[in-house]
């Protein structure tokens, strides 16, 4: 359950963001999203009932939609290569974000932290408690201002997770995902970014039920152009496709019903 249209529109991102996956990877051709509106004593719906509320930002879930986003791995996550973090599972003082704060008594290890069988989870170091904190800094490539705006967080969490650079709240993602996705930094968070110096990203998870893992690194974002994702173009198709397969444009769908009705 989400608690609000921003809440909702990334959680609508992170779906788009796994048919992306699975059109580039193994070649899904189609997607249906079934849930446009609520119906009867369900309430995930992009529409409410009676028509008369979009709950999510029109732009956001066009954007969405567009799959035309591309990703470079810029501080990466241990999905591939085991990145080492110092962590603890005990309450830290309030200051534990902080660049300044001393983690040295923290337990050193490799990522993600979390329990087998979590999905999408890649265990380096076993967390099964209820909270979990972790420090690591990394030298952030010497970035232009533009590309520092294009940076997003590479995240899995299961559940609630704040993450931190240099100190600063950058990002706050509720519940869980099943596996990794993209979300914004907030602009207060890349503004405290360093390009071409060390840097540190300090994420605090939380866990009530269920599985549980954490993970998170940076990437680059890039919007493709039409020419770019161009039949012949699209740079990870092995196939005779175009890459904007056609889901309908809700947003576009939402704004005619609620104007009928
Ligand atoms: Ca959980």
């Given at each position: 359950m989400v608690n609000s249209g921003e809440e909702l529109a990334q959680l609508y991102d992170a779906y788009l963001q796994q048919l992306a996956g699975l059109r580039d990877?193994?070649?899904?051709s189609a997607g249906v999203y079934t849930q446009i509106t609520d119906v009867e004593v369900e309430i995930n719906g992009l529409i409410t009932y009676d028509r008369k509320?979009?709950?999510?930002?029109v732009e956001s879930i066009r954007r969405s939609n567009a799959m035309n986003r591309s990703f470079e791995s810029i501080v990466p996550t241990s999905e591939n290569a085991a990145q080492t973090w110092r962590y603890t599972t005990s309450q830290p003082s309030?200051?534990?974000?902080?660049?300044?704060?001393?983690?040295?008594?923290w337990s050193v290890g490799p990522g993600g932290f979390g329990t087998v069988g979590t999905p999408g989870a890649v265990v380096g170091t076993v967390w099964n408690t209820s909270d979990l904190w972790i420090r690591r800094t990394f030298v952030l490539p010497a970035l232009s201002p533009e590309q520092v705006n294009r940076l997003v967080l590479r995240i899995h969490h299961d559940e609630d997770a704040q993450v931190y650079l240099n100190g600063v709240l950058s990002a706050s993602v509720p519940n869980y995902t099943t596996s990794y996705v993209y979300v914004p930094i907030s602009e207060a968070g890349r503004s405290a970014l360093r390009p071409g110096q060390e840097n540190l990203i300090a994420v605090h998870c939380h866990q009530t039920t269920g599985g549980q893992f954490l993970d998170a690194g940076i990437a680059l974002e890039t919007v493709q152009t039409a020419e770019e994702c161009g039949q012949w173009g699209?740079?990870?198709?092995?196939?005779?496709?175009?890459?904007?397969?056609?889901?309908?444009d809700l947003a576009m769908l939402a704004s005619e019903w609620s104007g009928m009705l």
């Open positions: 990877e193994v070649g899904l509320v979009i709950k999510a930002d309030s200051e534990w974000m902080n660049e300044g704060f001393n983690d040295s008594d699209y740079p990870y198709a092995d196939l005779n496709r175009d890459c904007r397969v056609d889901f309908g």
